[in-house]
């Protein structure tokens, strides 16, 4: 016969040290404490779905005004030396060569697929890696610090990349495609992200469907632990305040959040982009590249400098997409307490 869970509580608080027997889930002892945990466990459900909610919808938000930079910054970190004189000049040749839309949203469809399940997934991953700190550290007056916002942001990531590596490498593919003159007659290489995803299954299975994944880790953790962080440092900076108590006395208005997104966006770039550009280079190099031979190739070809292509458009990107990012969550959330409470 199993034991009472009052029993059961009362063996783990004298086994363990207080201070992991505290952070241990105890069992519910009585109906209403049985009713009170199915009814913060049904809110958590529907904290995170929300969560996935706002972060698709600003997902797609950051695509629609990113992309275009996006493109002149891969096409940059990939092209030879002496292609590109400018991001100007990308932006121009593009535009030239396919028009205003096919020339600055050239392989779109894949992040637009993608992005709604990787922002998502972000900030749900956010979410819950802010409970898993909450568990396994000390919060001081309810309120993680900035320090437990970056661990939670970092975890963020490693739910994402299952997702975000392998649209990565589609969407750069279909990129870079763009850059080269076809022969009369001649059809490019790939016709979309479908025929992307099958011709590199196709050529060497799941791995090169997932080439990548351990460069786009090794961006997004410290990139979304930066993020997430900085985000939240600006955006209690910015928080009214009440002037006796020093406490929040007041919610973030819609242009402070934008403000606040739009430094997040920054933060989380300069940090990691030359990761990127290997990750980049990784993604687009044909046969089997290892990740020492693309770091050693760009280093060969123009030393630190060589790391940092596109970094200008990628900041000029990160600005507008993030805060368009936020804001987007931002509202996504008041909507949806607005319709459901």
Same mark, same amino acid.
């Given at each position: +016969?199993?034991?009472?869970?009052?029993?059961?509580?009362?063996?783990?608080?004298?086994?363990l040290?207080?201070? =992991?027997?505290?952070?241990?889930?105890?069992?519910?002892?009585?109906?209403?404490?049985?009713?009170?945990d199915?009814?913060? !466990?049904?809110?958590?459900?529907?904290?995170?779905?929300?969560?996935?909610?706002?972060?698709? /919808?600003?997902?797609?938000?950051?695509v629609l =005004?990113?992309?275009?930079?996006?493109?002149?910054?891969?096409?940059?970190?990939?092209a030879e030396k002496?292609?590109?004189?400018?991001a100007?000049?990308?932006?121009?040749?593009?535009?030239?060569?396919?028009?205003?839309?096919?020339?600055?949203y050239?392989?779109?469809?894949?992040?637009?697929?993608?992005?709604?399940?990787? /922002?998502?997934?972000?900030f749900?991953?956010?979410?819950?890696?802010?409970?898993?700190?909450?568990? @396994?550290s000390?919060?001081?007056?309810?309120?993680?610090?900035?320090?437990?916002?970056?661990? !939670?942001?970092?975890?963020?990531?490693?739910?994402m990349?299952?997702?975000t590596?392998?649209?990565?490498?589609?969407?750069?593919?279909?990129?870079?495609?763009?850059?080269?003159?076809?022969?009369?007659?001649e059809?490019?290489?790939?016709?979309?992200?479908?025929?992307?995803?099958?011709?590199?299954?196709?050529?060497?299975?799941?791995?090169?469907? /997932?080439?990548?994944?351990?460069a786009?880790?090794?961006?997004?953790?410290?990139?979304?632990?930066?993020?997430?962080?900085a985000?939240?440092?600006?955006k209690?900076? +910015?928080?009214?305040?009440d002037?006796v108590?020093?406490?929040?006395?007041?919610? @973030?208005?819609l242009?402070?959040?934008?403000?606040?997104?739009a430094?997040?966006?920054?933060?989380?770039?300069?940090?990691?982009?030359?990761?990127?550009?290997?990750?980049?280079?990784?993604?687009?190099?044909?046969?089997?590249?290892?990740?020492?031979s693309?770091?050693?190739g760009?280093?060969? !070809?123009?030393?630190?400098?060589? /790391?940092?292509?596109?970094?200008?458009?990628?900041?000029?990107?990160?600005?507008?997409?993030? !805060?368009?990012?936020?804001?987007?969550?931002?509202?996504?959330?008041?909507?949806?307490?607005?319709?459901?409470?």
């Open positions: +016969m199993s034991s009472p869970p009052s029993k059961v509580n009362a063996k783990v608080d004298s086994t040290p207080s201070a =992991v027997a505290d952070k241990v889930p105890h069992l519910p002892e009585t109906k209403d404490e049985l009713k009170a199915a009814k913060e !466990a049904a809110a958590k459900s529907l904290s995170g779905l929300r969560s996935l909610t706002a972060g698709g /919808f600003g997902g797609v938000c950051a =005004v990113g992309h275009p930079f996006d493109l002149v910054k891969v096409r940059l970190q990939t002496g292609v590109y004189s400018s100007v000049d990308v932006v121009r040749r593009s535009v030239a060569k396919d028009g205003l839309g096919r020339g600055l050239a392989g779109v469809s894949a992040p637009l697929v993608g992005v709604t399940p990787m /922002f998502a997934v972000s749900w991953g956010y979410d819950v890696g802010k409970v898993l700190v909450t568990r @396994l000390t919060v001081h007056e309810k309120q993680l610090s900035i320090a437990q916002i970056s661990a !939670a942001g970092f975890f963020s990531a490693i739910p990349t299952v997702i590596a392998p649209f990565e490498r589609v969407k750069v593919l279909l990129q870079i495609q763009g850059q080269k003159t076809l022969a009369p007659g059809k490019p290489k790939y016709a979309g992200g479908v025929d992307v995803v099958r011709q590199l299954y196709k050529e060497g299975g799941i791995r090169s469907v /997932f080439r990548g994944s351990a786009t880790l090794a961006r997004d953790g410290p990139g979304s632990a930066a993020y997430f962080a985000y939240e440092y600006i209690r900076a +910015m928080t009214p305040r002037p108590t020093g406490k929040p006395s007041g919610s @973030l208005s242009p402070a959040v934008t403000c606040a997104g430094a997040a966006g920054v933060a989380m770039w300069i940090p990691v982009f030359p990761v990127d550009t290997v990750k980049s280079r990784l993604q687009t190099a044909e046969g089997n590249p290892t990740l020492g693309v770091i050693g760009l280093y060969r !070809a123009g030393g630190l400098k060589a /790391f940092f292509p596109g970094f200008g458009p990628a900041i000029a990107r990160a600005v507008p997409a993030n !805060a368009a990012t936020f804001l987007g969550v931002e509202l996504a959330h008041q909507a949806m307490n607005k319709a459901f409470g």
